[in-house]
Structure formats: structure tokens, C-alpha cells
């Protein structure tokens, strides 16, 4: 590199930044990846697994080289009320992998020596203080040691993108829009998990939990299977951590004494505990895109869909639309935002912001209705089983009838038509 | 299970520097103090003889929850230095 000058930089070496990276050097450009932490993954915490297909449109023949965890065969739904719970369990048993688990610093560690391979230049233990900007372009980056400068800058820096913020590509976040993600990494061993779960040899368990700290609160709990670990942990709303001025790490314990859960992880050794932010905002909390001389991916973009648990396949999406534009800008040597705006246009296009668009109205309805959707259905979903399994000598019609009757005076009828259209609109929301 | 005994799992190498910068002026008269509770390595504590914040910063898992939900807004939040703060091993 000439005068610290090269053609692009990537801030940030999670999946977002490696994607647009690795696109980027595999056309035959340079592009220099900045990583903060000491490798990359090792600032990085989520769920738990990483989407197959998507994964492949970045690296093909990932499943013979990464190190993967388990293949996610089965999906719970699991509802907790304070003494029960009910749960739904979707399982494939195909050949069909819709998703692995990874452990992150092993994963995008491994996405890095790949992109390195491909003749990314990778720099880690460095943090971008501040971008560099000329005549309202973006020209460079700032680290604690030297300037760096290119002809485009890819803003892959996740959740919290002070750079993002620093150019005004995006306002700061409300705590409404943003959860606040703890887990804890819990090792029971292989044979424990395959049994406990139900699972043969490298197969995997998805658990989404909903209710019992949380109900009527905006937060889920999940579960994911590692080779000989499980992951436990959860995701709340920083609105409702504020409302409520509860500890998320209180919440966790109580997920973790549930007997349905605690079962699961007995005897378990805590071996690493961990906590990240998750941008949850959606479709109208996507910011500015691009501009001048930078693009924005990943967690930073707030590339999120939270009702499917998806994020890390947005990012690698985002940074390879990202890539390509980069490399378009290149080849006509125009840097400008309206070369990038390309890369919106590839976002649009794809599911990315399709999915996003689709669900602009999810948040909204769930934070106005979190009370009946998180809290009465979900009990009345266990209430509704325990009526139906119990056998207690009373004519089965006269409960059905006491569980109608009690439906509609707790929840007087104005209240259950409100949430029915609430759940029309959203539906139609999605749908249309 | 206490935050320390979780904390204790954590791989961090600690700076001399603080990079969470409070404004105890601000601190003083913050009602909520939301910081307090919100953080998931209770890195705040309000010590009420001396009426002030405390910030045990080497305990940051540079989550960012503290900076958005401060609602004074005064907080200085940077991420450590390159070399310092936490590596996850199993995130």
C-alpha cells in the first residue's frame, strides 16, 4: 500500500465486512479488513446458528472446511408460564440442513483466514476512532496509530457504528429499538445433549422460549445445541429492561430455574457468559445506506429480521451487494454516492429489504400489544392444554364451555376484537 | 448465579484507561440511573456516601446498552483500545 492508500476499507471482521471483503479481493481488487478485537469473532456473540443456504452464496463448500457445530434438525417452541409450559417441535429428517450451529470465535475466524486466502488484507487489534472526511467525502478512517485512506470505505462495525453516527448516515438509537442479548455457554457433554434433546451424533436443537420472566414483555429466550456445550440466553427489549428496571442477568436465572428448562442443563458447567446489543428497529430504523465514498452493512444498516431470528445471513447478503457495488465504483473510477447507490438498489431487490419492508409493522403492533400477545395468550395457550389433558370426572363440554366463557369475560370482548385486528393488519402487512 | 461468579468465566485484559467516561454532575441529578440496572456486567453502581458513579469498566462486555439508554445522554462510550477488553471464546 502506497501513502497508507488503498482502494477499499472494510471496518469491522464480522460476517457483514467479511463477505464484502472477500467479494471485493476476490475480483482482483484491494481492500484492507480492519478488526478490533484480537481476531475476528472475538468481540462477536449471537444465538447461536448460521443459515446454510445464504452462508453458501459466500462461501460454497463452507460445510467441508468450517468448523460447524451441529446441523439443526429440530425447532422448538417453547411457552413457559410460572408452573408450565407447552411446546410445539418442528423436526426435518431429510438430508435438508436449513441452518448449523457455530461458536463465533471459531466461525469468523475461520470466515477471516478465508477472506485472507482470497488476498484480503486483514488488520486486527485495531480500533477506527473516527472517519476521515473531505469535502463531504468519506476518504479514510482513523485508528490509534496512523490514518489510513481509501477511495471507498465499507462501515461493517456493527450494532453500535460510531462511524455511522459520525458522518450522519444515522441518529442514535431509542432504547425501544434495540434488545439487549445475554447468554451463557453451559457445557453438559455430547452424550448428555444428544440425549436430553433427542438428537443422533452432530444433529442440533433450536429452542425459542417465550413467557414466564418475560411475559407481557418484549423478549424471547433461545437455546441452541454446540457439539458439547449448550447456549442459553435471551433477548429483551432495552425498553422494557428500563421499565421494568429489572437485570437482564436476573431474568436468565429465572429462564434457567424453569423446571422445564432447568432439567436440560443439569449438572452444567457455566463456561462462558456474554451479552451483545441486536438493532431491532426494522425497516423504518434502517438508516442512510450510503454516501459519498462509504456504504454501511450488517448490524450497523440494522439488517435484522427478528421474527425469524435472522441477521447474520442479512449481513452477508449486505456485504457482498456492498462488494459488488465496490468493485463497479472501482472500474469506472467514480466513488460518488450516486455510483453507490447501486448497492440500495441490490438490498431493495433482494430479500433483504423485502423481508424487512414486509414486516416494517411488527414492532410497532408487538410494542402496543405486548401485554395480550406475550402475556394473556401465552397463558391461555397452557391453560387451554391442562383443560384439555385433565381427566377430573367433569363433562368435558361443560370445561369447554367454562374456557369459552372465561375467553371472553377476562378479556372483555372490545379488547379481544382490538387484538384480532391488530393481528388482521399485521398479517396483511405481511401478506399483501 | 451472581454476576461475578458469570464475570468470572469472562476473558478480558484490563486498560489503566477507563473508556467509559461519566458525567457525575450529570449522575447527580440523573433520577433513574437506569445505567444501575440495565447493564449486564453491572459495570454502574451509585455509591451514596460519596454520590457518585461508580464504573467498573474493566467488567464491560462493550455491549453499548449503557450509552443508549442513559437518559442524560452524557455518557462517553468508545470501545478499548485494540489490544484491551474482552475476547470471547464461545460467543
Redesign the interface.
Known amino acids: 500500500m502506497e501513502n497508507n492508500k488503498t482502494q477499499v476499507i472494510v471496518v469491522g471482521g464480522g460476517p457483514a465486512g467479511i463477505s464484502a471483503a472477500i467479494t471485493i479481493a476476490k475480483a482482483g481488487k484491494e481492500v484492507i479488513l480492519i478488526e478490533?478485537?484480537?481476531f475476528s469473532?472475538?468481540?462477536?456473540?449471537?444465538g447461536g446458528a448460521i443459515y446454510t443456504q445464504p452462508t453458501k452464496e459466500i462461501f460454497p463448500e463452507f460445510e467441508q472446511s468450517a468448523p460447524i457445530e451441529r446441523n439443526n434438525v429440530k425447532h422448538n417452541y417453547t411457552i413457559l408460564t410460572e408452573e408450565e409450559s407447552t411446546t410445539i417441535t418442528y423436526r426435518d429428517n431429510t438430508e435438508h440442513s436449513n441452518s448449523y450451529t457455530v461458536?463465533?470465535?471459531k466461525f469468523d475466524r475461520w470466515m477471516s483466514e478465508e477472506a485472507k486466502k482470497a488476498g484480503v488484507i486483514l488488520v486486527?487489534?485495531?480500533?477506527v476512532?473516527e472517519l476521515i472526511v473531505e469535502n463531504k467525502k468519506v476518504v479514510g478512517v482513523k485508528?490509534?496509530l496512523e490514518d489510513y485512506y481509501a477511495d471507498i470505505v465499507i462501515l461493517a462495525d456493527g450494532?453500535?457504528s460510531?462511524l455511522a453516527k459520525q458522518i450522519g448516515l444515522r441518529k442514535?438509537?431509542?432504547?425501544k429499538d434495540?434488545a439487549?442479548g445475554?447468554k451463557?455457554?453451559i457445557k453438559i457433554g455430547k452424550e448428555k445433549i444428544n440425549e436430553r434433546f433427542n438428537l443422533k451424533d452432530d444433529e442440533g436443537c433450536i429452542t425459542e422460549i417465550f413467557g414466564y420472566p418475560m411475559l407481557g414483555q418484549l423478549g424471547l429466550g433461545f437455546m441452541y445445541t454446540n457439539k458439547d456445550?449448550v447456549?442459553l440466553g435471551l433477548g429483551i427489549t432495552?425498553s422494557e429492561?428500563?421499565e421494568h428496571?429489572?437485570?437482564?442477568?436476573e431474568l436468565l436465572?429465572r429462564v434457567?430455574e424453569h423446571k422445564t428448562i432447568a432439567s436440560l442443563i443439569e449438572g452444567g458447567e457455566?463456561?462462558?457468559?456474554?451479552?451483545?446489543?441486536i438493532p431491532e428497529g426494522g425497516y423504518k430504523n434502517v438508516p442512510k445506506l450510503y454516501d459519498d465514498g462509504v456504504m454501511i452493512v450488517g448490524d450497523g444498516a440494522g439488517l435484522v429480521n427478528n421474527l425469524h431470528w435472522e441477521g447474520t445471513n442479512l449481513a452477508m447478503m449486505s456485504g457482498k451487494f456492498a462488494g459488488e457495488t465496490a468493485v463497479i465504483a472501482i472500474d469506472k473510477n467514480d466513488f460518488s454516492k450516486k455510483i453507490l447507490s447501486l448497492y440500495k438498489k441490490k438490498l431493495d431487490k433482494s430479500f433483504v429489504m423485502k423481508d424487512l419492508k414486509s414486516y416494517k409493522d411488527l414492532m410497532p403492533i408487538m410494542h402496543q400489544n405486548s401485554k395480550s400477545f406475550l402475556n394473556y395468550y401465552l397463558r391461555k395457550i397452557n391453560k387451554f392444554f391442562k383443560m384439555f389433558i385433565e381427566t377430573d370426572s367433569v363433562p368435558k363440554r361443560n370445561k369447554f364451555h367454562r374456557f369459552i366463557f372465561e375467553t371472553l369475560t377476562e378479556r372483555n370482548p372490545f379488547a379481544l376484537l382490538k387484538d384480532g385486528t391488530h393481528i388482521i393488519r399485521l398479517l396483511w402487512g405481511i401478506l399483501k | 448465579?451472581n454476576?461475578d461468579?458469570?464475570?468470572a468465566?469472562?476473558k478480558y485484559v484490563n486498560d489503566e484507561e477507563s473508556h467509559l467516561k461519566v458525567n457525575q454532575e450529570d449522575c447527580k441529578k440523573c433520577k433513574?440511573k437506569?445505567c444501575t440496572?440495565?447493564c449486564?456486567?453491572?459495570v454502574y453502581e451509585w455509591n451514596e456516601n460519596e454520590n457518585k458513579i461508580i464504573v467498573n469498566y474493566e467488567n464491560c462486555?462493550?455491549?453499548?446498552?449503557c450509552?443508549?439508554?442513559c437518559s442524560a445522554?452524557s455518557l462517553e462510550w468508545?470501545?478499548?483500545?485494540?489490544?484491551s477488553?474482552?475476547?470471547?471464546?464461545?460467543?
Open positions: 478490533r478485537g484480537n469473532g472475538s468481540k462477536n456473540m449471537f461458536i463465533r470465535s486486527t487489534q485495531t480500533v476512532r485508528t490509534e450494532v453500535n460510531l442514535d438509537y431509542n432504547p434495540v439487549l445475554v451463557e455457554v456445550t447456549t432495552l429492561l428500563v428496571k429489572v437485570k437482564p442477568y436465572d434457567k457455566l463456561i462462558e457468559y456474554s451479552a451483545h446489543l | 448465579m454476576i461468579d458469570r464475570l468465566k469472562v433513574l437506569m440496572y440495565i449486564p456486567a453491572n462486555l462493550e455491549c453499548g446498552a450509552r443508549i439508554a445522554k468508545q470501545y478499548p483500545k485494540g489490544t477488553g474482552v475476547t470471547y471464546k464461545y460467543g
